[in-house]
């Protein structure tokens, strides 16, 4: 794929360097079968090799990211997966400016092929997956931080095509593409399926009151894809640990807290964080982020905070519980099947802990007005 690329290699190989005379003596292409991508990823690519340097061999490894158009809905600027949305952001340099808290990987080129995709040329990240609470705490800190430095004075981008209804668009697809329910419904015999079913009647038709509430807390930038292979600890100056976030294609102006939420969220749903641990990450990661805030400056109501993390996470049962309820249907008719039973009891879980916190903001919702 790479044989009519050379000048491009070259390019993105020689700002590796900088100004250094560089000669490529020898690459390879792996594909990475990333196993989760977006719908508007193409694919991930890491191209490595030798080159010399000043007359010394020295290797350099670069990723390529080919992104594509997969919709209709997704070539809309406002949509939470605008296709073009990570080119435009590469483009506009905006990452060059984040707080000290965050960093990201440099993008050497941005390439539009006449096919319809972009091909973004990426410095390779070498780091470590959070896996301990101690360094999802730390990350939670720092992403405090980092949406604090925008309540304190720093000026959020205004670009048009950074989303600013992020949850609501993805709301919005979330339930276009759920488990049509009807057929399931009458196969609910379990008590707490039941209850998840009753509750989630109520807290969806509450949906857009909630989604306008949270058009009313502080705006900050938002990373809004916070699962843990986006995120990578590494070593920075000095042996300090810094955070690298990739993937920036949901970029948003969100409300306080609202990252931190779709961060707790995804990494339950992923399975990274354990199950018997839900509570006690919910606040801890709460706690973090709070002073990651005060860090930067910021110590405004921490019940804003509060409601944006609380409802931010309570809003992805809209995904989670059509599945739960397609499940424990399956279920009712294989109740042997152990692999669907521990899917379905993770997933009871998961949507325990969103029924707790909708009906905490819920509470704080009141408190606000």
Known sequence: MLENKMDQLNISVQRIFGEQRVEIISFSCEDLNYQTPNFTTSGIFSIHGMAIVNQEQVPWSIILKIIKSDSVEKEDPAHHNYWRREALVFESKILDELPGSIQAPKCYLVEEQAEGTIWLWLERIDGEYARTKQQFDFIAELLGQFNGAYLTGKKIPNEDWICRGW???????????????????????RDKALNIWTWFNSFTNQIESNLNALNSLPRVLAHQDLSQMNMLLNQGEMEEKRLVLIDWQFMSISGIGEDLGKMFGVNMSLGVIPVHRYE???????????????????????????????????????????????????????????????????????????????????ALKLCKT
């Open 167 to 189: 949850l609501k668009s993805w709301t919005t697809s979330s339930r276009m593409y759920a488990p049509n329910l009807d057929t399931y419904i009458n196969h609910l015999h």
């Open 280 to 362: 006690e990450y919910k606040e801890s990661l709460f706690h973090a982020y709070i002073k990651g805030l005060k860090d930067a400056g910021w110590y405004g109501d921490e019940r804003l905070a509060r409601y944006g993390y609380c409802l931010s996470t309570a809003l992805r049962s809209i995904w989670e519980v059509p599945q739960y309820i397609s499940l424990n249907a399956q279920l009712q008719s294989d109740p042997l099947n152990t692999s669907l039973q521990e899917r379905v009891i993770r997933l009871e879980q998961i949507i325990i802990i969103h029924q707790k916190m909708g009906l905490e903001a819920d």
